[in-house]
């Protein structure tokens, strides 16, 4: 059963929605001002500090925690339909992740749709991969990481880094990703009552503002359609009650097809990205002790 | 008028009362967790980096804007009644400051009361101050700011400093501040129907977990009962519809019968500490404005 805690996600995507339903024409200004509290669930990790940079051109936070190994990096990607979100509304959590595993994660706040549509984000996220690598820092301790559109782009990213020859990081880490843009997955049906935030009317707007004037199954937007072979290890977390649980059930097969190592950890009646609680609710801070578990051995941190 | 954005702290006001209404037997954790919500309402001002540190034994954000002085410090002191609040609640409302201001601020995360009663807050920033002095701060280069009990404690540890020969700092800066420990002030009644936080009851209820065993007149838990001769100068800042307003009016009287140069500024319709509001409400910008256009050459640093 859910802790007592976890109901502070249920409530936001409650007034989330509600805020949502009473204003079905609200602009895209207003719509980011709403996801900007996401983060609000959670609580500040402490002893993390927050350093912002110019990534060749491209605005982050370095989370830095104290004591933490500083030539192994995170690039960190946050959720919201590659729309919304930014540094700020995902700070604590990529704080408190960075902290579980001993490194620096940087928080890329990339230019958003639908004023930047696909291919913008992957591209860009890229460039900030590769001017990590710049910066010293080798591929095999790098990991990349994201929760909803940034699972997505934490993915894609590497495939569009694998296709054009560029040395691929250790890892992946997708949280609740949000792969099919076509909204086609059967638990949208069974998890229908269970979802507080998706649904596949939400997701087909997003995806539309996502994808411009992109095929809704070209492979380096829509990862159901891509071939995974040569890819990195992914460890993937996913919420029981999520419409886009399928999404990572279905990448899980593929990849696994191609050869690649893959974890999937579905957590029990969780909502989409639960992590944001991280610091308040046990099961968030679970799932951010077993990134921490996951990843340190994959970027040669000890245990 | 005040503007529309400036209803979102009646609704985060109107949450807080709702919560503690549900459960009045709150402990003061819970309690705690709620009022970390605070700085919901604002946004992040961006371009500021932010650093913990221990000052001695006090854990405290450097709030560091970009291009900012170095060699100017503002001590920030936050509110909650010296019971609530933390450097976490509070980033993002002196982040802004910091940036109006151009200089650095310390964000200070004093132990708080009812563990820890008066005089811990006003010797532990006291303390704090003498540790930035140590780092080789000028005192003419320092000023004190603080909202609510932190505008209590930004006027008290100058006090404090005074009786004790330390030199003082340029300038305080009191937001909303809370001095009235026996809650008589005339606007508790004349706003009762406005403030959308703050009441007597509750008010009491504070000043007994503050105070603990010391007298609600000692003068340096009630600066309405303490002698302002030889006091820096003080810019207050409050709203027209606080039950705290005339906690304000009164000690600009105070002050200014002690030859103390003191300015108020009243903001109509505005609710306690609307600087919350930064990034967010144009009452709230236009208040950081003012401190910054005050602060800027009392610290020596161009306009």
Same mark, same amino acid.
């Given at each position: 059963?859910?802790?007592?805690?976890?109901?502070?996600?249920?409530?936001?995507?409650?007034?989330?929605? /509600? /805020?949502?339903?009473?204003?079905?024409?609200?602009?895209?200004?207003?719509?980011?001002?709403?996801?900007?509290?996401?983060?609000?669930?959670?609580?500040?990790?402490?002893?993390?500090?927050?350093?912002?940079?110019?990534?060749?051109?491209?605005?982050?936070?370095?989370?830095?925690?104290?004591?933490? @190994?500083?030539?192994?990096?995170?690039?960190?990607?946050?959720?919201?339909?590659?729309?919304?979100?930014?540094?700020?509304?995902?700070?604590?959590?990529?704080?408190?992740?960075?902290?579980?595993?001993?490194?620096?994660?940087?928080?890329?706040?990339?230019?958003?749709?639908?004023?930047?549509?696909? +291919?913008?984000?992957?591209?860009?996220?890229?460039?900030?991969?590769?001017?990590?690598?710049?910066?010293?820092? %080798?591929?095999?301790?790098?990991?990349?990481?994201?929760?909803?559109?940034?699972?997505?782009?934490? /993915? $894609?990213?590497?495939? @569009?880094?694998?296709?054009?020859?560029? %040395?691929? +990081?250790?890892?992946?880490?997708?949280?609740?990703?949000?792969?099919?843009?076509?909204?086609?997955?059967?638990?949208?049906? /069974?998890?229908?009552?269970?979802?507080?935030?998706?649904?596949?009317?939400?997701?087909?707007?997003?995806?539309?503002?996502?994808?411009? $004037?992109?095929?809704?199954?070209?492979?380096?937007?829509?990862?159901?359609?891509?071939?995974?072979?040569?890819?990195?290890?992914?460890?993937?977390?996913?919420?029981?009650?999520?419409?886009?649980?399928?999404?990572?059930?279905?990448?899980?097969?593929?990849?696994?097809?191609?050869?690649?190592?893959?974890?999937?950890?579905?957590?029990?009646?969780?909502?989409?990205?639960?992590?944001?609680?991280?610091?308040?609710?046990?099961?968030?801070?679970?799932?951010? @002790?077993?990134?921490? @578990?996951?990843?340190?051995?994959?970027?040669?941190?000890?245990?």
């Amino acid at each position: 059963m859910a802790s007592p805690q976890a109901a502070a996600i249920d409530r936001l995507y409650e007034y989330f929605l /509600t /805020t949502f339903g009473a204003k079905p024409d609200m602009g895209v200004d207003e719509m980011r001002d709403l996801f900007e509290h996401w983060c609000d669930v959670g609580r500040d990790p402490g002893g993390v500090d927050y350093l912002e940079v110019d990534a060749g051109g491209t605005p982050c936070f370095w989370a830095v925690p104290k004591g933490a @190994a500083q030539d192994r990096v995170l690039i960190a990607l946050h959720g919201g339909g590659c729309v919304n979100g930014s540094r700020f509304s995902h700070r604590k959590m990529y704080g408190h992740i960075a902290k579980a595993v001993g490194c620096r994660a940087l928080i890329v706040d990339y230019k958003r749709a639908p004023e930047h549509p696909f +291919p913008s984000q992957p591209n860009e996220c890229l460039d900030v991969y590769q001017w990590v690598l710049a910066q010293g820092i %080798a591929p095999k301790h790098v990991a990349t990481i994201g929760d909803s559109a940034g699972g997505l782009l934490a /993915t $894609t990213m590497v495939l @569009a880094a694998r296709d054009r020859g560029v %040395a691929l +990081p250790a890892a992946i880490v997708p949280l609740s990703p949000w792969y099919d843009m076509e909204a086609v997955g059967e638990s949208y049906k /069974t998890n229908e009552a269970n979802d507080k935030l998706i649904s596949a009317g939400l997701i087909l707007v997003i995806a539309g503002m996502a994808l411009g $004037t992109a095929s809704p199954r070209e492979p380096l937007a829509n990862p159901l359609f891509a071939d995974f072979r040569g890819m990195p290890p992914m460890y993937i977390q996913v919420g029981g009650y999520e419409a886009l649980l399928d999404d990572s059930l279905r990448v899980e097969k593929l990849a696994k097809a191609a050869g690649v190592e893959v974890k999937v950890d579905v957590f029990p009646e969780m909502q989409h990205v639960f992590q944001f609680m991280a610091g308040h609710a046990p099961e968030a801070d679970d799932a951010v @002790a077993r990134i921490g @578990a996951w990843l340190r051995p994959r970027l040669g941190l000890a245990k």
